[in-house]
Nanobody
């Protein structure tokens, strides 16, 4: 059974940090490019970050560059998203997604598997 399970969300004050994890099972993570998306209330789901299966090269959305860091551990079948200097506008449900391609894809459609999401709330 294929699963992506996110964890690590929560409530944090502005300027704080969170580390999200995405645990994969039922497929070989190293063959998949993994992305993090987020969706705020009333807004479309948007890409946050991505790490390719080919060379592990990371990509970041403009709004998170310099603050977020994505990493993957294929041996442990996990992908992490370290989020620093969090802002209220980072508040959203964060999803990880997997696609069997060797490059990052910005659009949602091609992704094969999705997690259930984890809530991140940045508020004082």
């Amino acid at each position: 059974q294929v699963q992506l399970v996110e964890s690590g969300g929560g409530l944090v004050q502005p300027g704080g940090s969170l580390r999200l994890s995405c645990a994969a099972s039922g497929f070989t993570l190293e063959s998949y490019t993994i992305a993090w998306f987020r969706q705020a209330p009333g807004k479309e789901r948007e890409g946050v970050s991505c790490i390719s299966s080919f060379d592990g090269r990371p990509y970041y959305g403009d709004s998170v560059k310099g603050r977020f860091t994505i990493s993957r551990d294929n041996a442990k079948s996990t992908v992490s998203l370290q989020m620093n200097s969090l802002k209220p506008e980072d508040t959203a449900v964060y999803y990880c997604a997997a696609v069997r391609r060797n490059m990052c894809i910005k659009t949602l459609g091609p992704y094969d598997y999705w997690g259930q999401g984890t809530q991140v709330t940045v508020s004082s």
